[in-house]
């Protein structure tokens, strides 16, 4: 090597040192006075509206008779019992629904299963689970098994096709997808 060659080596060994360094170094990032502006309003412009809603819904009582306000705070809460209802109806059924699936598949299901699964009604979440079980029993047997079975039973390639082909890819496919030609027979 010459000196040159030396020095550049020596350079980029340097560089490459300095690289891990300088990686660690947080960025941290700052705005603009324009981009703060906009922010702030943004943030500013919501709350004026959330104020502005409580101000008309504290109008709109201030002008209601007493029946009126009675009323509307009676549909309040009536609204209020009703989302509770759901609610606890959903997380009955989620409870049920996860207790089908233990026994079903001897496993504990995680929540998002299990909320994929729940539907309206007892009935429709009940069809839900009975579905997912048989579809989880058949694809488990299928991979146990070692793969789909073949239509018509047999295989369209023989052992010695099969061998023949060049590529290993390839042949390695149709040897998982013909196992049965590869397996000793007793």
Do not use: C
Request: glycine share 4%; proline share 2%; aromatic share 6%.
């Amino acid at each position: 090597m010459n000196d040159n060659e030396q020095m550049n080596v020596e350079q980029n060994v340097e560089e490459i040192k300095e690289e891990p360094a300088k990686a660690k170094e947080p960025q941290t990032r700052t705005y603009t006075d324009k981009e703060v502006d906009e922010i702030i309003n943004k943030r500013f412009a919501k709350w004026q509206k959330e104020q502005d809603r409580k101000v008309e819904e504290a109008k709109r009582l201030e002008q209601m008779n007493a029946e009126e306000k009675a009323k509307y705070e009676r549909d309040a809460l009536q609204k209020e019992l009703d989302e509770l209802r759901a609610e606890k109806a959903h997380a009955e059924l989620a409870k049920t629904a996860k207790t089908m699936l233990t026994q079903a598949l001897d496993v504990v299901p995680q929540d998002g299963l299990v909320d994929a699964l729940v539907k309206d009604t007892a009935e429709a979440t009940s069809e839900a689970v009975k579905g997912f079980v048989a579809f989880f029993n058949d694809y488990f047997k299928l991979k146990v098994s070692g793969g789909a079975p073949k239509k018509g039973g047999t295989s369209a390639l023989t052992k010695d096709e099969i061998m023949a082909i060049k590529d290993d890819k390839k042949r390695l496919k149709a040897i998982e997808e013909n196992l049965d030609l590869f397996r000793k027979e007793k």
